[in-house]
């Protein structure tokens, strides 16, 4: 979806940011990592607050700024030329605080990269699906949940129990029903058809969040 060059630097700079801080890779980059479908163009990090510090002084060994971002809860670098997306314990506005993928071990490794579940990975997917939703990374967005849901290995009894800890992700559910059954093009740049395996998909994550999204008697 992506120009291949910017994706291309934006791997090169995850990789070598991974060399500076010990981190948990969400986002475009995280999804990635599971699913090898789209690449990404931004990078996105959780961080606990003592990797966030040697992270801060070893950018700025190489003058590079990360700036807070109050409107947006979360901090910023641009490193060399590719947009980094810090969140961290004291600065987030996830649905999933940082410090519970620590807590919980939300994340394993994959190549070498602390990466998020696919659980967890899927509710933050979802919550900036919905913010940015008639954007193009919003269209991106939605293609990584339907690459999550189609290709990892996803665990519905997983997602149940992180819906339990944190009632405010409840809502992402239906969210993600609606990404599944409005999505058309987005099926497309996977190699799949709505009305066969989206149609499908929709009939089985239906199922498996009967118990989230049934109506209150």
Known sequence: MWHEELTEKSWIVLRD???????????????????????????????????????????????????????LKKMEAVVAGVDVDIYTPF????????????????????EGFDVALPEPLLLLKTQVAEERWTSEKGMKDRIDIISLLMYSDWKSTNLLNIIKLYEGAKPLIRSVQKIIERSRAEYRYL??????DGVRLSRSFRNQMAQVTAPRS
């Open 91 to 110: 600065m987030s506005n996830l649905v999933l605080p940082c410090s519970a993928f620590y807590e919980y071990r939300w994340f394993t490794d994959i």
């Open 17 to 71: 940011v991974r060399k500076l801080a010990d981190f948990i890779v969400i986002g475009g980059w995280g999804v990635y990592l599971w699913v090898r479908k789209l690449k990404s163009r931004d990078i996105d990090i959780c961080i606990d607050q003592n990797s966030f510090y040697k992270l801060q002084n070893e950018l700025q060994r190489q003058n590079i700024l990360v700036k807070k971002n109050p409107r």
């Open 191 to 196: 190699g799949l058809k709505y009305e066969t």
